[in-house]
């Protein structure tokens, strides 16, 4: 069968789709996991110092996504979409690492 030419068919478009709404997603989890961290710090820099930080603040600041499951071709996309927002400098080392991971064991 010859290889079409032009824009892409109907799995391409789809295949896109999937990828631009996973990096939506991981990018704003990312976003709102850091923004949620830097107020709990604004809040334990500005309570007094005898008072400890609530630990059900920190397991609320950094919800787990669930990931389905998901066939390899699935994971593959993923783990290829996660390196590039690590080289995008949207995610850091840790962060992949655990994401990778997390990707894997699903």
Known sequence: M???MGRPGLMG??????VIAGTATAVSGS????QAQGAA???AAEAP???PPAPAATAQAEPA?????LSMDQKIAKIKELGQLKEAGLLTDEEFAGEKAKVLAG
């Open 13 to 18: 478009t789809m295949a896109r789709t999937a």
């Open 49 to 51: 110092a005898a008072t």
């Open 65 to 69: 996504p669930a990931v389905a499951a």
């Open 31 to 34: 976003v709102q996991r850091k």
């Open 41 to 43: 710090q604004q809040q």
């Open 2 to 4: 010859p290889r079409r």
